[in-house]
């Protein structure tokens, strides 16, 4: 099944990172914004989304190949009311294609002056459905810090449910099955 590289919910364009991409964000974001062609919200970039994630993100992509893309990070652009981009709020993924269990783990995150407008909820359901396109996948899996309430309620409203405790300390895992 080949892999799409743009995709699109209900608000926002998807894009699937490429090496160029994360080459693009090492340099500043700035120049991803040049390259999206797309305005680069304040607070860029979300979450956890730092140096040594991209770097892990493009090694895995080097190393991979082209089959990779769109296992590991997809950027999330708004869409003005023509459906045009807008700018780019959101950072999702997997940590990988599929693991031999058939799972994969996911995570999101928006800035913060975008947060609390569904965007998170689209990303998180976006992941999940296109993973369980691919036959092998039988769960997708997500962690969040146990004080993040907003996190959560994102994964409890595209149906994963609580399942224990997370890899880290103070983190809770939660999964989402076929």
């Known amino acids: 099944m080949s892999i799409p590289l743009l995709a699109r919910t209900a608000h926002l364009e998807l894009v699937a990172a490429t090496v160029p991409h994360l080459d693009a964000e090492l340099s500043g974001a700035q120049a991803l914004g040049v390259m999206l062609d797309v305005v680069v919200a304040e607070g860029w970039p979300p979450g956890d989304l730092d140096r040594h994630a991209l770097q892990f993100f493009k090694a895995r992509l080097q190393a991979a190949g082209e089959s990779a893309v769109g296992w590991y990070n997809w950027y999330g652009i708004t869409l003005d009311a023509h459906g045009r981009r807008d700018s780019l709020v959101a950072s999702a993924g997997y940590l990988g294609p599929p ?12 800035v913060p002056a975008a947060r609390r407008r569904g965007y998170a909820t689209e990303l998180v359901e976006f992941l999940a459905m296109r993973a369980f396109q691919f036959h092998p996948v039988r769960a997708v899996t997500a962690h969040t810090l146990e004080s993040n309430a907003a996190s959560a309620g994102v994964l409890l409203r595209c149906g994963f449910i609580r399942v224990g405790p997370g890899a880290e300390p103070g983190t809770v895992r939660y999964q989402r099955s076929r």
């Open 99 to 110: 693991q031999d269990d058939g799972s994969v783990e996911i995570g999101y995150s928006v």
